[in-house]
């Protein structure tokens, strides 16, 4: 039996309203007809429950705020299992909240209102990352620089949103993932970090490199999508835990596409992340 691998995910932790509609709006364009739904989220939320849902031991460092929405952002991670005593709830900022558009073909288009994610310092750190780490660019890039700083074990940095970051960080990561467009604004800097490098395709896979030279690449199982919302942050927690495992690139890399595929056919992000039997039921 593969030994269960304990993971620190520090990050965003926001409240998901979902409007699902027959299409996307254009810039000025008003679109009728859509439902609502509300589901747990943020990146590192998600991420937390990812991994733990997949097989590792989780714990979640992060910030929300003093008020109800709080409750239904962290009530899936604490029905999953996720360890929560790193979450802090701030009186002055509220937590934050994603407006989430999506279109009957599973396209998204995301706003955020950060909240007590913005308001998450470098001094709300108070102890080292528990095992390996994993952090974003959705909580003050200050805090992920102490984080990062503080960690003995793997890091994975999922950098997203695109921003600029100190060389340091890319210097000291295991593990980058980027998608596409985060790809091409960081440009050749990925490639001159000593880590591993994935980047996300959509539909066509993923690939692995090290300094730039390719390791791996996959393509998804085909599946029927309903909304992309949480499948990168699947794809992050997969890959990390199965590097961790000591899995072949290819293998840990086909793994986390069949997780982020499978995070696409049910609504909403938290609520669709897969079981790890789920993913190795797939072929």
């Known amino acids: 039996m593969t030994r269960r691998v304990d993971i620190t995910v520090v990050g965003s ?45 989780v714990r979640l460092v992060g910030r929300v705020g003093d008020d109800a929405m709080a409750d239904e952002a962290l009530a899936l991670l604490a029905a999953g299992g996720v360890d929560l005593s790193g979450v802090a709830r701030d009186a002055e900022a509220p937590t934050g909240v994603a407006l989430i558009a999506v279109s009957l073909a599973g396209e998204n288009q995301i706003v955020v209102a950060s909240g007590a994610n913005a308001a ?16 974003q660019l959705e909580i003050p ?6 984080a990062v700083a503080a960690a003995e074990g793997f890091v994975c940095l999922n950098l997203a ?18 998608n596409e467009t985060e790809a091409a604004f ?14 996300t395709l959509g539909a066509r896979g993923a690939e692995l490199r090290r300094a730039g030279e390719l390791l791996a690449s996959t393509i998804p199982p085909p599946v029927e999508v309903v909304d992309t919302t949480g499948a990168g942050d699947t794809f ?17 890399l086909t793994f986390a596409c069949k997780a982020g595929a499978l995070a696409t056919t049910r609504a909403g992000a938290q609520p669709a992340l897969p079981l790890r039997s789920e993913v190795e039921a797939i072929p």
Do not use: M, W
């Open 13 to 57: 932790i926001n409240l998901d309203l979902v409007a699902t509609a027959a299409t996307l709006p254009a810039p000025g364009e008003t679109v009728t007809g859509a439902t609502l739904g509300r589901h747990p989220g943020g990146k590192g939320a998600n991420q937390a429950l990812a991994a733990q849902r997949l097989g590792a031991t």
């Open 120 to 135: 998450f310092l470098p001094q709300h750190l108070t102890s080292p990352p528990r095992g390996a780490l994993i952090c």
């Open 141 to 146: 890039l200050a805090t992920v620089e102490k």
């Open 161 to 178: 949103p695109a921003a600029e970051i100190p060389e340091t960080l890319l210097q000291r990561a295991d593990l980058i993932v980027v």
């Open 186 to 199: 960081y440009g050749e800097r990925l490639h001159r970090a000593p880590g591993l490098v994935a980047v």
């Open 236 to 252: 992050v927690a997969a890959l990390t835990l199965a590097l961790l495992e000591e899995r072949p690139p290819r293998d840990a």
